[in-house]
């Protein structure tokens, strides 16, 4: 009798594997969409077009005006599952994530010389604000991994849980706006990158 009851065992211990790998489901892949928006800027010389620049500029903060900025839209597919003992489980959260970049254009074709210096300002902005981009990304997937499997018991109606959920989402929000500033402290201070790229601009070098 002894073998039958440790195949029912293993038979019990194997269908109840199956029903928690069933309630919480791995993430599945996905891909940011990047996209490039631009705004027009006009001069024949360097200093002109940093001029232009500054004129029109994206917004930020009230009526402050920048060179480049990177935004984001997130949304979530979430599956809320309530247990029958009475807790709630996240079992899926799905990210869709659109991240624009908004960089200078001219608005129609600079002299030889100008071209080029402007083709080193441009492609060096596009690759700071990727970076932004890519802390973005980062965030989201630690959204993601926190998130998925997260419960919380005596959960009717998911209330505890989706307000567990909302304290991870600030304290991530805050910590990819915290690496965003940082990095821009270092690229737009004194020698940054970004400095130079403007000094790069505005001398032709």
């Known amino acids: 009798m002894r073998p039958i009851s440790v195949i029912r065992s293993l038979s019990i211990a194997a269908a109840f594997a199956a029903s928690c790998i069933a309630l919480v489901q791995p993430a599945l892949a996905w891909e940011a969409v990047e996209q490039v928006r631009t705004y027009p800027v006009s001069g024949q010389s360097g200093p002109e077009l940093y001029r232009s620049i500054g004129e029109n500029g994206p917004v930020i903060s009230g009526n402050r005006r920048t060179i480049a900025h990177t935004t984001f839209k997130l949304t979530w597919r979430r599956d809320y599952r309530e247990r029958a003992d009475g807790s709630c489980v996240i079992a899926r959260n799905i990210p869709k994530l659109i991240i624009t970049y908004t960089l200078p254009k001219p608005l129609g074709p600079v002299p030889a010389g100008v071209a080029s210096?402007?083709?080193?300002?441009?492609?060096?902005?596009?690759?700071?604000?990727?970076?932004?981009?890519?802390?973005?990304?980062?965030?989201?997937?630690?959204?993601?991994?926190?998130?998925?499997?997260?419960?919380?018991?005596?959960?009717?109606?998911?209330?505890?849980?989706?307000?567990?959920?909302?304290?991870?989402?600030?304290?991530?929000?805050?910590?990819?706006?915290?690496?965003?500033?940082?990095?821009?402290?270092?690229?737009?201070?004194?020698?940054?990158?970004?400095?130079?790229?403007?000094?790069?601009?505005?001398?032709?070098?």
Request: net charge positive.
């Open 117 to 205: 210096s402007w083709k080193r300002f441009y492609d060096g902005l596009a690759k700071h604000e990727r970076v932004h981009g890519q802390y973005i990304i980062e965030m989201v997937r630690a959204i993601e991994d926190v998130s998925v499997g997260l419960s919380a018991p005596n959960d009717p109606g998911c209330r505890k849980v989706r307000a567990e959920l909302q304290r991870h989402l600030k304290r991530l929000s805050d910590e990819q706006r915290a690496r965003g500033r940082d990095f821009d402290r270092v690229e737009m201070g004194d020698g940054g990158a970004v400095q130079q790229l403007v000094l790069g601009l505005l001398t032709g070098r």
